[in-house]
């Protein structure tokens, strides 16, 4: 593994299933984050975690809910899926850069289409 | 509320320069970034201004005008490889990130 890995890269699901959304990194970073990312919009923070055993809300974060039990894992689960939740979601972890900039690293994204 | 402004697309030719601006209204200023995505991949990590003034990395740069709340992302000795969107983003003052929803680049020979 090298930075941060998402599984599965894409699924199609029927409306009211439920769905786990997994993310690991090897970078060791304290925090975690999920962004959705649908057409004409910006990124949209689902849920973060500042470090292990710690999680917070974001701009979008009905529907969703999040676990943070280590470092490298932050797995993102829809409870019922609706079809709203059709989007491309990435995981990403923030390290610092020698500038100083909280710099996010992303996952390759994970494409889900709820029918 | 919070708003990123930036060009919905932007067409360019190989070889020439161009450049995409990003206006902002946040609440507070903690640094504005710089996101470069290919389709279908990941956004990865271009430039970082949080002082105004002109940041060179090789063939980008980027600028940064804290009163006019106005950045710019130059990239010159365009490439093919250069077509992507480009995603601006700025730290407020609760140190979260808000993203504009980026320009695609389209790069013509």
């Known amino acids: 593994i090298a930075g941060i890995t998402q599984a599965p890269t894409s699924q199609i699901l029927a409306a009211g299933r439920r769905m786990t959304l997994r993310c690991t990194q090897d970078?060791?970073?304290?925090?975690m984050y999920w962004y959705r990312q649908d057409l004409g919009l910006g990124l949209r923070l689902i849920h973060y975690?500042?470090?292990?055993?710690?999680?917070g809300k974001g701009e979008v974060p009905d529907g969703y809910s999040v676990s943070r039990a280590n470092t490298d894992d932050f797995p993102l689960t829809l409870a019922s899926a609706v079809p709203s939740q059709t989007s491309v979601y990435f995981c990403?972890?923030?390290?610092?850069?020698?500038?100083?900039?909280?710099?996010?690293?992303f996952g390759a994204g994970s494409r889900l289409t709820v029918l | 509320g919070q708003n990123i402004d930036q060009p919905t697309e932007m067409t360019a030719t190989e070889g020439a320069i161009v450049q995409i601006n990003c206006t902002y209204q946040?609440?507070?200023?903690?640094?504005l970034f710089w996101y470069q995505q290919h389709a279908g991949e990941a956004p990865t990590f271009l430039s970082y201004?949080?002082l105004d003034g002109l940041e060179e990395k090789g063939r980008f740069s980027s600028f940064l005008s804290r009163s006019k709340g106005y950045s710019y992302l130059l990239l010159k000795e365009l490439q093919m490889k250069d077509s992507a969107s480009y995603l601006c983003a700025v730290m407020d003052s609760n140190y979260q990130l808000i993203w504009g929803a980026g320009t695609k680049l389209i790069i013509k020979p």
């Open positions: 946040t609440s507070g200023f903690n640094g």
């Open positions: 990403a972890s923030s390290g610092t850069s020698p500038s100083g900039a909280n710099v996010l690293t």
């Open positions: 970078m060791r970073h304290n925090a």
């Open positions: 201004n949080v």
């Open positions: 975690s500042n470090t292990a055993g710690t999680t």
